[in-house]
């Protein structure tokens, strides 16, 4: 059993206010001269990667205690090489693992690229072009989520003139665009600054994005 999957522990509801996904991205990378995956990418469409992340989300919503893993076998099927059907942008907050709010997904499904506010850096936007273009994930999906502390502090930076040590102000900056842009819409500031936020992220990855 997946036993990290306790209902009621980190508020799923609230966690996933906005949905599955923030921004969907279908990579249209050519394969040409690009070292391929030792395993053949799973045949999955991008529509149908994208429901079944849906599904998952779904079912850890409504069905924690049923989200399965089964290690064991899994690690022997990815030995040789791996082939992930979605690759996932996501914030570093310790209460969003894509893995589990996805339905409870086994090691060699998803790939993952994970910074505090789900942001587009160099590093980032390498990591997805690898997962598209090497692994041949057929979607890119950025993960917003309700009370997101980056997305919060760079709010207070636009409400607040606030101010953070070290890297922690530069690492926001590009987060204070999207706040401006929304500072003035109805509802929770900080969440509405968050989904646009990844948006605009889709966008960086190079393609377009589809809020929900």
Known sequence: MCNLC???RIGRRDVLRFGVAAGLVAMGFGGAGAARAAEAPKALTPDEALAALKEGNA??????????LDLNEAR????????????????ADSRVPPELIFGGRGVG?????RNAGSLASAATLGTVEYG?????SPVIVVLAHSACGAVKAACDVVT????????IGPMIEPIVPAALAV?????????????ESARRTAGQSGGSSSGT
């Open 183 to 195: 500072r003035d819409q109805p509802g929770d500031f900080t969440d509405n600054a968050a989904a």
């Open 160 to 167: 607040a003139n606030a101010t953070y040590p070290g890297a």
């Open 109 to 113: 499904e998803l790939f993952v690229a």
């Open 6 to 8: 306790e209902d009621g």
């Open 132 to 136: 598209a273009a090497v692994l041949g």
């Open 59 to 68: 079912r850890y919503v409504a069905k924690p205690e049923l989200c399965v």
């Open 76 to 91: 022997k099927s990815v030995a040789g090489g791996q082939a992930p059907w979605a690759t996932v942008i996501a914030c």
